[in-house]
C-alpha cells in the first residue's frame, strides 16, 4: 500500500473476516458436546463390589447371599455349587463347611444348565425381602427371612429371559464377626 491512498474494503473482504472469526472463536468457547451430553449407564462391566458382610444386617445379608448363590455362569461354572463357594463370605453354619471342605457339593443340577452353558447364557439373579418373613423378636441372633428372588437369563445374543420369581426361605445367625447365612430352602 502508498501511503495516502484510502484503503477499500469490499464485502467480500468483509465476509472473509467474520468467516475466520466465527472459525477461530468456536474453538475457543467453553461449550463442548461433552458438557452437553448426559451420560447414562455404560457397558464397560465393571465389577460391582458386593456388600461387607461384617458391616450389613440381616436382611441384607440374606438378600446378597441369595443373589450370589442363585447366580451363575453355566459356560464357566462346573456347578451351582460354584456359585456358593463365592458365596462364602456371607455363609454360616453347614454350608460354610460345605465350600471351605474343598469338596463338590451335590448339588441338583438346573433343567437348563447345558442348553446355558452351550450358548454362554449367564443367569443373574435380583432377590427382594418378602413380606412373608415371620416376625422375630428384637436381639434373636438367629432369624429367618423369605425373599423373593427373580432371575434372568443374559443371551450371549444380548437379549434376556426374566423368569418366574421364587420364594426362598433363609435362616441367617448372628456371629461375632457379622450375620451369616446358614441354611435356605425353596418355598414355592
Not at 461387607?52 to 445379608?61: E, V
Amino acid at each position: 500500500m502508498k501511503e495516502g491512498k484510502p484503503v477499500r474494503i469490499t464485502r467480500v473482504t468483509v465476509a472473509a473476516v467474520c468467516t475466520a472469526v466465527t472459525v477461530a472463536s468456536a474453538g475457543c468457547g467453553s461449550d463442548t458436546a461433552e458438557e452437553h451430553h448426559v451420560h447414562e449407564g455404560s457397558d464397560d462391566h465393571q465389577v460391582i463390589e458386593p456388600l461387607s458382610p461384617q458391616q450389613i444386617d440381616a436382611d441384607d445379608t440374606a438378600i446378597t447371599a441369595m443373589q450370589m448363590i442363585l447366580s451363575w455362569q453355566p459356560a464357566i461354572d462346573e456347578s451351582k455349587t460354584d456359585a456358593l463357594i463365592r458365596a462364602t463370605p456371607y455363609l454360616g453354619g453347614d454350608l460354610l463347611a460345605v465350600t471351605e471342605s474343598g469338596s463338590r457339593a451335590d448339588v441338583r443340577p438346573d433343567a437348563d444348565w447345558q442348553q446355558w452353558a452351550a450358548a454362554k447364557d449367564a443367569v443373574t439373579a435380583v432377590c427382594a425381602h418378602s413380606d412373608t418373613t415371620p416376625a422375630a423378636p428384637a436381639g434373636m441372633r438367629t432369624v429367618v427371612i423369605d425373599v423373593i428372588c427373580t432371575q434372568t437369563v443374559l443371551h450371549a445374543s444380548g437379549r434376556s429371559t426374566r423368569l418366574t420369581p421364587q420364594l426362598w426361605r433363609t435362616t441367617i445367625v448372628r456371629t461375632d464377626d457379622g450375620w451369616r447365612l446358614t441354611d435356605y430352602r425353596f418355598q414355592q
